[in-house]
């Protein structure tokens, strides 16, 4: 493949970036943001020319770190994922489009000053030729280009420097009239005048010292044209009758006329003209590429990455884009294009600065050539200040966003997702980070073994049933020299008196008795019974856990059908109440279990189920299996992460251990000879987050882990893993 020459030097650069700027900015703006703000437009400009510094160093330090790469939609792709990059292609699209409109719509009035022609048809008739250009491949040279900024530049320094001593003092009286909602929506209006800023950024394979100049041309063009729109604007203000040029929709050349005369008028006329059909043409040229880079990113139908054989265009997303244009020159006020045209590129500004943030703390090559500084908290202000700006800017501009983002994430639950499986930089770091925060508390939790666990027998077993929760239990605190208590729990009508006489021990309490200490022998640990008549079983053991002090309750439970997840179970109190960690056992045999299953359900293990699973193995000179479900949707990121996560989960364990992913939907048992899961306590999660294995059938017992209220992640935290593992 042919690289493309790095020819452009920081003049070409610089004019890229202001020629992209000006036009609708200084042409049409200050008329409308007048209307909204009087005087304080001035501050308006300068206020939004800050906001913008935050963005143009995040796109500055990306585009030198990735200057093959271009476009906005192209950085917060890779750095965000597919998702929020489809917000952010369709959202800057919109944005364009709306920019290429309100250039139209806003500088057919200044040719109409020359010649009586209707607006609307002259503006539809222009965005034909322009769209027609696109599809047959005509575009503007960098020599045309400088050649507009050189005009462009002349005129309105001519225009300022000329009119300036005209400027009256009593026309900035009243400068924060409109207060502070005033200003801010103002200044979120004549935002999109600062879009063009990092348009640069497109074509940075072709800038020759890319470190430097990019940078440099980004900001330079941005502190120029910042300085260029105030003092053009204070001017504007000075030099006529308050109020006379709000709303209007040529306000430069009404006050060139006011003060040069009509020669003035008409140079910028010329320049307005020359400017906005510029702007319109590269807003088109610009804006339909974004639906040919989506759909070679497969993010949109592979149509509108077609090229045409014979004009050598994407002639598909090219009409597309045409076709919105002409929509918004027909039916949309140029106030509310104006509105929309500066949300889009507000939201689209913020996401780049959430996407360096992702690219400089996620684990992917980035090596910038420029570095932004005051990181992150130049970016944090960004993204802060530009979601702050978009709720002062009225109804019109919030319902656009709102439904510019559902309208994005629902075109990607639908079309993207099951096409597309890679991930962004932060979606990877995110999950990380979990993965280690998962790990230290799987430290901490393994380093702090059970002393006395409480075995509860809530109901008549068996002496099979009734060893095989002792064993296990036994398992847990033999290698701290610990103790089980067993204790049988009996429950009477509540009209039935709680006597001493009740507890007169029967010749099967004998029995019991006697299997207790006989199992203190034979599994090599300190066992002590006990027998508790209660009116609530649930109560007392919960009770008797909180009096003794133990760590740990085990009891046996079967799993919970529908109903009883909805509408509770007994079982669900002593969860949710208990003083300590609960272990629930679906009970079918424990005989020195040598093959242990640490059963994974979406997120990282549980670190009360990898303490479990990993005392039992080595309790029992077995190993540990970490099984995880497999996923068709998984991405190659999101692999490598569940690995090294398992990987590093593995030399925590003083067990020998594999690791298999396995299907929900379908298979052969187990095989194992116990199976640790995690469990959810509240009836809520337990619905959002099943609590059944990732297997069908386990076919051997399965133990399910609740750590006490105080260790259980909330219902955030276990969505964000859901969410990200």
Known sequence: MKDLERDLGLPSVLAISIGAMIGSGIFILPALALKIAGPGVILAYAIAGVLVVPAALSKSEMATAMPEAGGTYIYIERGMGPLLGTVAGIGTWFSLSFKGALALVGGVPYLLLLFDLPLKPVALGLAAVLILINVVGAKQTGRLQVAIVVVMLAALGWFSAASAPSAQSSNYVGFFDAGIGGLLAATGLVFVSYAGVTKVASVAEEVEDPGRNIPLGILGSLAFTTVLYVAIVTVLVGVTDPGSVAGSLTPVAVAAEATIGQLGEVVVIFAAILALVSTANAGILSSSRYPFAMSRDRLAPPSFSAVSDRFGTPVNSITLTGAVLLALIAFVPILDIAKLASAFQILVFALINVALIAFREGDAEFEPEFTSPLYPWMQIFGAVTGVLLLTQMGTVALVGAVVII???????????????????????????????????????????????????????????????????AADLVRPDDGRVVVVRFDEVPDQAPLTEDMTVQSSADVSYESRVESLSTELDVDI????????????????????????????????????????????????????????????????????????????????????????????????????????????????????????????????????????????????????????????????????????PSPGCTTVTVYPHSLGRPRFARRLLERLTF
């Not at 059908?561 to 109190?573: N, Y």
């Open 406 to 472: 559902v309208g994005s994430i629902g075109w990607y639950a639908f079309y993207v997702r099951k096409r597309v499986s890679r991930d962004g930089v932060a979606m990877d770091t995110v999950r990380r980070r979990v993965g280690r925060d998962a790990l230290t508390e799987t430290e901490s939790e393994i380093a702090d073994p059970p002393r006395e666990v409480l075995v509860a027998l809530t109901k008549e077993l068996g002496a099979d049933r009734e060893r095989s929760l002792v064993a296990l």
């Open 528 to 695: 002590e019974a006990d027998e508790i008549v209660s009116h609530d079983t649930k109560h007392a053991v919960v009770n008797f856990a909180a009096k003794r002090g133990v760590d740990t309750v085990v009891a046996e439970h079967e799993p919970l059908r529908l109903r009883s997840r909805l509408l509770g179970d007994p079982i669900d109190w002593v969860v949710r109440h208990a003083p300590c960690d609960v272990l629930l056992v679906d009970n079918l045999g424990y005989d020195r279990p040598e093959h242990v299953v640490l059963s994974g359900d979406g997120g990282p293990y549980s670190p009360l189920a990898v303490k479990i699973a990993g005392g039992v193995a080595a309790a029992n000179d077995g190993d540990v299996s970490l099984w995880y479900p497999s996923s068709r949707m998984a991405t190659d990121e999101h692999e490598r992460t569940i690995d090294d996560y398992q990987a590093e989960l593995s030399e925590i364990l003083s067990v020998p251990v594999r690791t298999r992913s396995i299907r929900s939907d379908g298979g052969k048992p187990s095989g194992a000879d116990v199976v640790v899961r995690r469990g959810t306590d509240d009836r809520l999660r337990s619905v959002v987050f099943d609590d059944a294995p990732v297997f």
